[in-house]
Nanobody, 119 residues
Framework: QVQFVESGGGLVQAGGSLTLSCAPT????????IGWYRQTPGRQRELVAS???????NYADSLRDRFTISRGDANNTVYLQMNSLKPEDTAVYYC?????????????WGQGTQVTVSS
């Protein structure tokens, strides 16, 4: 199993910035990538950004101009820098680590961290 240490959520005014961090622990071997997703009540969880072990990044089209995902040099920690935040960015943000094993994708989810953007 993979566990996570997530941090960085909180309350920020519109136009402000936050940085989320996700540090996977436990069975971290063979992780192929880590991503951030977000979810609001009544809506499906949606991809914010992801980064593969090779450094390839993927963003939600609507967020790529304001959000940046990166990986720490010495460990598996992944950061999500969020700039110019808007009230509609308010959500629970979840860290996800995925592994491809035998052609099947396995996802491991963090507990989530609340981001609230006030207008």
């Amino acid at each position: 199993q993979v566990q996570f240490v997530e941090s960085g959520g909180g309350l920020v005014q519109a136009g402000g910035s936050l940085t989320l961090s996700c540090a996977p622990t436990g069975s971290t071997s063979r992780i192929n990538g880590i991503g951030w997703y977000r979810q609001t009540p009544g809506r499906q969880r949606e991809l914010v950004a992801s980064i593969s072990v090779g450094g390839r990044t993927n963003y939600a089209d609507s967020l790529r101009d304001r959000f940046t995902i990166s990986r720490g040099d010495a460990n598996n920690t992944v950061y999500l820098q969020m700039n110019s935040l808007k009230p509609e960015d308010t959500a629970v943000y979840y860290c996800d680590a995925y592994k491809w094993l035998g052609g099947i994708r396995y996802d491991y989810w963090g507990q989530g961290t609340q981001v609230t953007v006030s207008s």
